[in-house]
């Protein structure tokens, strides 16, 4: 393979790599606006408690000596539920009361959220980087395509993909899932056939939560390190892939989240990389402005 | 079976139903008519515990429900089909009609029930793949009603069945009404639709600026000069 062509796909794999976790990251946006139509500025955050509790619990677990197998397993499995635990509590604390209250308080509740759990990690933990240990083991076998995917790549695309497939198959096939879809198009007629609206919401907090905990923990192994801000650059760059998407739509974020990695690396790579962020937002503003319902979004229509 | 006493239910200082009282007995097709912004909607929401009532008793069964939320009250045998249908419109006719069965646990009889209803209304199990959304308004109205009797009521609330659709329909949806009431389904119905609604009803209310005004047979209700001046445009 001549390296010019080399060189691209190196791009578009690590580009697929990102794209995978802005787009288990933007699953969280995409699946709480489809239900309450509030943009929870606070699940970036949420991603940035998911790699702090990978962090810690990898480190207490290195101490015991642990396989790395069994510390990436067991850092994923925590994070998750401890994270979850932040969904479900944030939503209560901060939303539930704001229910009926006009669109603008949520949202207003969500930024102070975001700003309280930023500083409050800086607070517990620290302000600064922390490096963090690298969880996924490199397989021998990818040896072969490792000058253009590395093994940590190959994990976290293959990850996502069960989790987002996992995800695609409850939502689908299950009750709670047929649930969700139908509260997310009609609350008022959800509660008539006797779904209880309220823990179908925080269901939905749950498992945003639990994604953007996978994501965190996985991308900040590829990393190396992470601080208390990882979560605001992430978190809009997973913003930017459900609005890409089409916000409210879940194949839509998962799209958006793929293309948004590999726009983004493209730019990097033959462009330059301090202009990574520059396209991704301006991609954004492009959407914004061309096609604000996003690829998979639709206007709402009635039929009367 | 039903029993409201001196209902009153607002919506934020606004009074819209004011000391309703009404009964549905076992077995009976009640209706209740009335102009637009009477109250009707409200009658269902409050008895389906979407809009509580601040002060009455709603009692089902003689167990008081006025104070429960919707999900407690679908499970004791109350289902609604609301006014504008309210199909979701980007879920198949197959998954609508399988929420409409979201509570039950009895699974063994729900596929009996599903050919129940398609034997109701054969259009729906031809488009039983297609989204909600795609269906014709009569089509949705269908699927609603269908919907609602997924969850096997034993109280079907009603609201405007009637709403925006062809007489053909309306004929056709008014004999399922009846045919559902006589296979043991107690039916409460809302219409504006007087003439159509009193004809199969077994007794009716009038209902006027949120407060009862009338009640008797439907028989006699039809003879009534008042009722036929500002119902039935006679």
């Known amino acids: 393979m001549n390296s010019e062509l080399q060189y691209f796909f190196e791009l578009v794999f690590s580009g697929i790599t990102k794209g995978s976790i802005y787009a288990l990251i933007a699953l969280g946006y995409t699946m709480v606006y489809g239900i309450i139509e509030l943009i929870n500025f606070a699940h970036g955050e949420i991603y940035m408690i998911g790699a702090f509790t990978g962090l810690i619990v990898a480190g207490l677990l290195g101490i015991f000596g ?9 850092a994923v499995i925590c994070a998750i539920i401890w994270c979850a635990a932040y969904g479900y509590t944030i939503e209560k604390v901060a939303y539930r009361p704001l229910r009926n209250a006009p669109r603008l308080s949520p949202l207003i509740s969500a930024i102070g959220m975001s700003i309280f759990l930023q500083n409050y990690v800086q607070l517990a933990q620290t302000s600064d980087f922390l490096p ?6 490199d397989f021998e076998f990818l040896d072969s395509i490792a000058y253009i995917v590395s093994s940590t790549d190959v994990v976290i695309i293959v990850l996502s993909a069960v989790v987002m497939t996992a995800l695609h198959c409850f939502i689908k096939y299950t009750n709670m899932g047929k649930a969700m879809r139908a509260t997310a198009q009609n609350r008022k007629m959800a509660m ?9 919401i925080s269901v939905t907090f749950v498992i945003g939560s639990a994604l953007a905990a996978i994501g965190g923990v996985l991308i900040a192994s590829r990393m190396g390190s992470i601080d208390a801000y990882i979560g605001f650059l992430a978190g809009m760059k997973a913003f930017t892939a459900a609005v890409l998407g089409g916000i409210g739509s879940i194949p839509g974020a998962m799209f958006g989240g793929l293309v948004l990695g590999c726009c983004e690396n493209l730019a990097a790579g033959y462009i330059s990389s301090d202009y990574a962020d520059v396209f991704a937002f301006l991609i954004l503003v492009l959407i914004l402005t061309f096609r604000p319902s996003g690829i998979f979004g639709r206007a709402p229509v009635q039929k009367v | 079976m039903l029993r409201l006493r001196n209902v009153d239910t607002f919506y934020g200082n606004i009074q819209a139903l004011r000391g309703i009282c009404l009964n549905i007995e076992e077995g009976e097709i009640v209706t209740l008519i009335g102009a637009n912004g009477a109250g009707k909607t409200t009658t269902l929401m409050t008895i389906c515990g979407v809009i509580p009532p601040l002060s009455g008793t709603i009692r089902f069964r003689d167990k008081p429900i006025q ?3 919707p999900n407690k009250i679908v499970r004791m045998g109350i289902s609604q089909v609301p006014e504008g249908r309210l199909i979701f419109p980007q879920l198949t006719v197959m998954e609508n009609l399988e929420l409409g069965a979201y509570l039950r ?8 029930d599903l050919d129940y209803i398609f034997s109701l209304f054969p259009i729906l199990a031809e ?12 089509e949705q109205q269908m699927l609603a009603i269908s919907r609602a009797l997924m969850g096997r009521p034993t109280l079907l609330l009603l609201d405007e069945p009637s709403l925006g659709l062809a007489p053909i329909i309306i004929r056709q949806i008014f004999d399922i009404i009846k045919k559902v009431n006589e296979d043991g389904t107690t039916v409460f119905l809302v219409e504006q639709n007087a003439n159509q609604a009193l004809k199969i009803a077994h007794r009716g209310y009038v209902i006027e600026n949120g407060a ?7 028989e006699r209700l039809l003879k009534n000069e008042a009722v036929r001046k500002a119902y039935l445009g006679i």
Do not use: C, Y
């Open chain 2, 105 to 112: 646990t009895d699974k063994e009889n729900i596929g009996k």
């Open chain 1, 132 to 137: 963090f240990p690298q969880l996924i083991p």
């Open chain 2, 212 to 218: 009862i005004m009338l009640e008797d047979s439907a």
């Open chain 2, 127 to 138: 488009r039983a793949k297609q989204q909600g959304g795609t269906l014709s308004g009569g």
């Open chain 2, 67 to 69: 104070h429960l939320p």
């Open chain 1, 66 to 74: 642990f396989p790395l197998l069994g510390v990436l397993a067991i």
């Open chain 1, 192 to 200: 008539l056939l006797g779904i209880d609206a309220d823990s179908i």
